[in-house]
């Protein structure tokens, strides 16, 4: 492995492209964000500053990495603008994703945004806008009736998860018809990845490793944050 790093580091490009993380939240995306600062040199960026990038005229930088809202929610738009981007998937188990989703995205965060007969789609929050909009489109309704009945799902009613599951299936479809494979490289949350399959990142993108993949995504991959 060291050996190969060495060779990669005398081939590897000066800068790495800018990379726009396609991952739900509660995919794994925080120890993505990880093991891109620790084992590439990517700088984080989360959330654009409450700005639609595609309307205030970002412009992606390299060496960077664009994680969480808005930019796991619009990977069609993106993927058309931002030719210059690589993508990043990073994928969990669909049914282990609902729990979390429905516990933490929703019950400790989104529910802030719902009202007596659902979600205030009218909200000026930027990350609650973007994260209501992307799931109508995943799943239409889903939010809504999660707000409509947020005591008994966020006490464990269990009614919602087939939605939530289907909502994540959605979204790795919508990934993938929209970017190009040559610019899509898809990752998962789970142990054997992490040992076997995050080494094929930097040649991917072109970039020379800091640090061994197997070492650099530590405790975070380890631990299941996500």
Request: with cysteine; proline share 6%.
């Amino acid at each position: 492995m060291r050996a190969l790093l060495v060779v990669m580091a005398g081939a590897a490009a000066a800068h790495c492209p800018p990379v726009i993380g396609t991952g739900l939240p509660k995919a794994g995306t925080r120890s993505l964000a990880h093991y891109m600062q620790q084992a590439l040199g990517y700088e984080t960026v989360k959330y654009s500053g409450g700005l639609d990038p595609l309307v205030a005229g970002f412009v992606l930088k390299d060496d960077t990495f664009y994680d969480d809202y808005p930019w796991y929610a619009s990977p069609c738009a993106f993927a058309r603008t931002y030719q210059n981007a690589s993508f990043v998937h990073m994928e969990r188990n669909c049914s282990a994703w609902a729990g979390s989703a429905i516990h933490q995205l929703f019950c400790r965060w989104l529910r802030g945004g719902c009202v007596s007969d659902g979600f205030n789609a009218s909200t000026t929050r930027f990350g609650y806008q973007v994260t209501f909009h992307h799931f109508e489109r995943l799943a239409s309704g889903l939010i809504d009736d999660a707000c409509r009945s947020q005591r008994d799902v966020c006490g464990g009613d269990a009614r919602l998860v087939p939605r939530f599951v289907a909502a994540c299936e959605a979204h790795s479809r919508l990934v993938r018809e929209c970017v190009p494979p040559s610019r899509l490289f898809a990752a998962r949350l789970d142990p054997s990845f992490n040992r076997t399959g995050l080494d094929a990142l930097g040649p991917f993108l072109g970039c020379q490793y800091r640090m061994p993949p197997d070492e650099s995504w530590g405790v975070f991959g380890q631990r299941g944050v996500t």
